[in-house]
């Protein structure tokens, strides 16, 4: 089981949106070697007409990256949980190659999972729902989107085209905010290791889970408010007024601007998160009137080889299962 840390989580995981803000070297440029394999194995699959989930890890081979690909996997799991990756030519290649590129590069560092019933393993993130139904997720929309974790190890997102304005991608640090709350709201800490109902996506009822979870070295982090008071409402358990508090006191240190990194991810660009480590937001957007020059990104869900070890009470998800 989890234990409660009572101290500061130290080292790159901890990290503070405005000591990174004032330098680059969290974007990492892809190397002429992978742009080149990463070629090779796109012509490889389109000559073989093999589409997209259609081609495993040995289809899409990646040789000679071997040593940048561990490092990649590395980083997300032991270091700062975040990469953006840049350099992939978007002018060169079109949507459907750059998808290809994509769902390629990350069978190199876990493997794809469903990310809604329909079964898609890439998940096209643009403006198309109705914000009046309920049943739209807001990515789908041009709305401001909380922070949150998602229901896999690694979250990834592709951008193909930007927004006519808006659209900033946000991360924040699990290991900030949990020394934020360690440094000046203990009282409220053993409330976040406390097990609440989430209203998990893909599950026929809500089910438990802390929002930080320390095991075997690691902090870990769930969150999605409007999925915990959700749960907790259809599980006839409404969210006390200690809990209201609490969960008001973690979304206003989401918000600090010292902790948080804003960026624009330009076409090209891939960022990754691990989902324990790292919470991530978007800003609202208002998008071109013409439809071929709108926002759009593609998402890739990853569950990964290197994945920490999870505690009993704080149970892994990755995606939804198959039907």
Request: proline letters at 6%; a negative charge; glycine letters at 10%.
């Amino acid at each position: 089981m989890s234990v409660v840390l009572r101290e500061k989580i130290t080292g790159p995981a901890a990290w503070k949106g405005s000591e990174l803000a004032t330098s680059t070297d969290w974007i990492s440029p892809l190397s002429e070697r992978l742009l080149t394999a990463l070629d090779g194995a796109l012509q490889g699959v389109k000559r073989r007409g093999l589409g997209l989930g259609q081609f495993t890890r040995a289809d899409f081979p990646l040789d000679g990256c071997e040593d940048t690909l561990a490092a990649f996997a590395d980083e997300l799991e032991n270091g700062r949980g975040f990469l953006v990756l840049r350099g992939l030519p978007a002018d060169r290649y079109g949507e459907v190659d750059m998808t290809l590129l994509y769902y390629g590069l990350g069978l190199h560092l876990g493997t794809p999972v469903l990310q809604n019933p329909a079964g898609d393993l890439l998940g096209r993130v643009a403006n198309v729902g109705d914000l009046a139904d309920k049943r739209t997720r807001v990515y789908e929309t041009n709305a401001y989107l909380p922070y949150h974790t998602d229901l896999s190890d690694v979250v990834g997102l592709l951008c193909i085209r930007k927004a006519k304005s808006g659209g900033l991608s946000s991360l924040v640090a699990a290991g900030a905010i949990y020394n934020e709350i360690v440094a000046h709201h203990p009282e409220f800490l053993g409330l976040f290791y406390r097990p609440l109902y989430f209203d998990h996506l893909g599950e026929d009822l809500p089910s438990l889970s802390p929002i930080f979870s320390y095991h075997e070295g690691k902090l870990s982090c769930r969150y999605l408010r409007q999925y915990i008071e959700l749960g907790q409402e259809l599980r006839g358990l409404p969210i006390s007024r200690v809990e209201t508090e609490a969960l008001d006191l973690f979304d206003s240190i989401i918000h600090d601007p010292r902790l948080r990194l804003d960026m624009m991810l330009e076409p090209g660009d891939m960022q990754f998160a691990n989902n324990y480590a790292v919470l991530h937001s978007r800003t609202g957007f208002e998008d071109d009137e013409d439809p071929t020059r709108r926002r759009l990104l593609y998402r890739l869900w990853l569950k990964m080889p290197n994945a920490r070890r999870l505690a009993p009470d704080f149970p892994g998800r990755n995606g939804f299962p198959p039907r």
